[in-house]
């Protein structure tokens, strides 16, 4: 049996309603993570000073981090994503960026 998957694009099955007022942007289903990355201000070349991020959750085509300071919006970074063996790196566009009341930014990125 294959898993339940949420609604995308912000459609809800029927009879029922949105968690909340905003609309679905994602083009894909999120998968909720715990993993460490790096992200890199430099998008081009992969190098420069490096920041460890917190990833909470990862799709197709984006992902969302826990970082200790803001980020700009529409910036490019390079992320490198590590879970054990398995790596994954790839341009990143910031989205969305808001200050968490317990301390850091939440951050939203698109894969491109």
């Known amino acids: 049996m294959a898993p339940i998957r949420p609604p995308l694009l912000g459609l809800s099955p029927a009879g029922t309603e949105p968690e909340s007022d905003e609309q679905e942007?994602?083009?894909?289903?999120?998968e909720a993570y715990s993993v460490t990355a790096w992200l890199s201000p430099d998008a081009q070349t992969r190098n420069g000073r490096q920041r460890q991020v917190l990833v909470n959750n990862l799709s197709l085509h984006g992902v969302g981090f826990v970082a200790s300071t803001p980020l700009e919006a529409e910036a490019v970074h390079w992320i490198v994503v590590g879970a054990g063996a398995l790596r994954a790196s790839s341009r990143v566009r910031i989205?969305?960026?808001?200050?968490?009341?317990?301390?850091?930014?939440?951050?939203?990125?698109?894969?491109f």
Not at 95 to 100: E, L
């Open 95 to 111: 989205v969305s960026c808001r200050a968490k009341k317990d301390g850091g930014y939440e951050v939203g990125g698109e894969f």
């Open 25 to 30: 942007r994602r083009r894909s289903f999120r």
